[in-house]
């Protein structure tokens, strides 16, 4: 798969003032750790041995069950992460929007689902252009309604082929809400054969999710059966295409694996694919919560024995803020904020604590360091009584929700097993 690399300078988070231009290809050759203040702060940091691991893991998982993996790219956004994950044996990439997938069409990716509506008409007209550009490309959209799939028809006829349609259905966010909804949406493809065609069926499970999990597996056990109910009726109407079904898959892959993939095992000419994203840099926050639900479901099973999936997955992602200020005894500030880490699902957790590059002993279990809340670049760390912390240590910080942290920075960088700096990712949010 072709890059989308250029080199970075000093205009990016984390590069030292002076550096002038650094190649990503060499960017390991100045051996800047962030726990060492050797880079401006703060800076997002992937332990590229976590996700690793956390990609054995979850393939194992995956191949195990007869699954295929579309990592979902709107996590990273970064052709240079979706690279890695096509390598690892993914059989494509999801992309949300059409600025998601023109990059990962301009990246070298060929097999895309594209897993949203795109809009109307004039979407579908810029998605056909864009197809156009790339004739051996491989992208199946989603459409949840007849008029989804009038727009994608439009994108068919400037794209100069038919357009592969995957039938969303759901509950909670888009998707055909019942069987009757699903039929229309059949309907219109079927008369139009020139310009959409029959790829499948997919559903989002997280979107019927509560805080009750019974109430949650039961949500999904009936959006299971209308994803069921409606790939039966697309088979009806395409006997030999080979088709998609597809759903999640970073929290309660589990639960859909067990009640789609015999479907697709039935059917003999489709294959099951998980949509699975944020579950290869995992967290300390929402997801931590995920994998022990999953844990308590007895569902993370490889090659029929069940495992611990909180042991098998690392959380990969840190942020490293240094500390600005101590205006009082209980309180440091910290300079990371709103611009710099996620917090819809829960603010982030302080780790470690670094003096000049040497680990500091922290003793927290009776008052631990907290994060009370955030500015646009400030953090408030509440700290226990007589806290040793002096301005200029450096903070590690656990993040929660990969998507919405990733999302703030244009380069992230690799850390090696000494915590150094041996690569950096390019993100392309737009």
């Known amino acids: 798969m072709a890059g989308l690399r250029s080199p970075i300078d000093e205009t990016i988070r984390g590069i030292p003032p002076g550096t002038g231009s650094v190649s990503l290809d060499t960017i390991a050759s100045q051996a800047w750790r962030p726990a060492d203040n050797s880079m401006p702060l703060p800076v997002l940091t992937l332990d590229e041995a976590a996700f690793r691991e956390n990609c054995r893991q979850m393939f194992a998982f995956a191949r195990s069950h007869g699954a295929a993996l579309a990592p979902h790219a709107k996590t990273p956004m970064s052709p240079d992460i979706v690279k890695l994950l096509l390598e690892q044996g993914a059989w494509g990439a999801t992309t949300a929007n059409l600025q998601q997938t023109a990059v990962l069409l301009k990246a070298g990716c060929q097999r895309l689902l594209l897993a949203n509506q795109i809009g109307g008409d004039a979407s579908g007209r810029r998605l056909g252009e864009l197809l156009k550009q790339y004739p051996d490309a491989d992208v199946r959209v989603f459409a949840d309604s007849p008029q989804a799939v009038s727009a994608l028809a439009v994108a068919g006829q400037y794209a100069g082929r038919p357009i592969p349609v995957i039938i969303e259905v759901g509950r909670g966010r888009a998707g055909a809400r019942n069987i009757n909804s699903a039929r229309d949406v059949i309907q219109s493809i079927a008369s139009a054969p020139d310009r959409v065609r029959f790829a499948g069926v997919a559903a989002y499970e997280g979107a019927v999710a509560s805080a009750d999990p019974v109430a949650t597996q039961n949500a999904i056990e009936e959006l299971s059966e209308l994803a069921a109910q409606t790939f039966h009726l697309v088979r009806e109407q395409a006997p030999a295409a080979p088709l998609v079904l597809s759903a999640g898959g970073s929290a309660f892959f589990d639960l859909v694996v067990t009640a789609l993939q015999p479907i697709v095992a039935a059917d003999g000419n489709a294959t099951f694919v998980l949509r699975s994203g944020a579950i290869f840099f995992h967290d300390h926050g929402v997801y931590e919560r995920a994998l022990r639900a ?63 590059g040497r680990l500091l002993p922290v003793d927290g279990s009776a008052n631990p360091l907290r994060v009370s809340k ?46 150094r700096v041996c690569s950096a990712f390019q993100t392309y949010f737009g």
């Open 374 to 419: 955030l500015n646009d670049q400030h953090a408030f760390l509440r700290l226990p009584s007589g806290a040793d912390l002096a301005v200029g240590d450096v903070v590690e910080f656990g993040i929660s929700h990969p998507c919405t942290c990733l999302d703030r920075w244009r380069v992230f960088y690799g850390l090696d097993e000494d915590g």
């Open 294 to 356: 999953v844990d308590d479901r007895k569902g993370f099973v490889i090659d029929g024995e069940i495992r611990s999936a909180v042991v098998a997955f690392a959380p990969a992602l840190r942020l490293w803020a240094e500390v600005l200020s101590r205006p009082e005894p209980q309180l440091a500030i910290c300079g990371m904020g709103m611009r710099d880490v996620s917090s819809d699902q829960h603010l982030p957790i302080p780790l470690n604590i670094y003096r000049n």
